[in-house]
């Protein structure tokens, strides 16, 4: 299925996203989530952007970034996802190193905030195919009817490598490409999940184990996901934990830091509270996996009625959409 098809099929169900930010919880149906997507296509196409056009989408919000993914996809355009500067103060070097990927992506326009629209500006002269630079907030004309559909060896997205071994390239990923990884994920000898399942991420959306996974897996399977922003759990690890108590959530991957942070920075009077007996399938990827630190966040957490058997330990890369193994 293309994108926007998966997400046609889930809106006819009851599900959606729960998005948690600052203490607050907005439960948004995946109906909703294609109707808003729906004017940001609208709006894409409005602006002049046509099929095969690249569009960077630097949104730190998922929803917002999530919205404007699934509308470049049904207006045919490719949206390519880029990581948001982690603060102002770090915005020209950022903007010097982003400007590099959007040469090398021939991007012909950026989504992104009010805040950074005026850097994304500035960059103009120096990428000569990219002409709109466009903000989320703004993006909210009439629905684009679903015509002209994506087919499934369409360009789906660009996702970029890590750049933890080289400069970061765009890995562009067809929509076939697209399904067949989530549906291996999805599937009997992956993660085996229903409509039942629920998902619980705060992994950043700019990465393949954040987006692909936990944030585009649910739209696949038609299930719950509830997203927590990246800053909350650095800040609090044990929101990330209560968010999987509170939703049972069912399946929930981070990397190994996010385990020993646990380990590390939670306290025990924090756990009394906690019930994660729903845990089914605790993922670990993205970086070396250390046994120790599986261990002893299973012991830490016995009480809670975590498993360890729980634990699914995977591998993955940009340049096979996610998931290898």
Known sequence: ????????????????????????????????????????????????????????????????????LFGASMAGVIPASLYPPATIGDLDRYLELTSGILRAAHARAVVTTGALAAGFNALRASCPDLKLVLTRETLDAPALEPVDAPSLDDIALVQFTSGSTSTPKGVALTHRNLSANVDAINGPAGLGTSSDDVGVSWLPLYHDMGLVGMSLGPVYSGRPAVMLTPQMFVKRPVEWLKAISRHRGTVSFAPNFAYDLVVRRVKDSDLEALDLSCWRIAGCGSEPIH???????????????????????????AEHVLAAT
């Open 1 to 68: 299925r293309t994108l926007p098809e998966a997400l046609a099929q889930a809106a006819q169900t009851d599900h959606g996203y729960t998005f948690i930010k600052g203490g607050i919880e907005t439960c948004r149906s995946y109906a909703t989530v294609r109707q808003d997507s729906l004017r940001v296509a609208g709006s894409l196409r409005e602006a002049g952007l046509g099929r095969g056009d690249l569009v960077a989408i630097v949104v730190g919000d998922a929803d917002q970034f999530l919205t404007s």
């Open 291 to 317: 046994p120790r630190t599986l261990a002893s966040f299973a012991d830490r957490l016995a009480a809670t009625g975590f498993r360890a058997t729980s634990f699914f330990p995977s591998y993955g890369l």
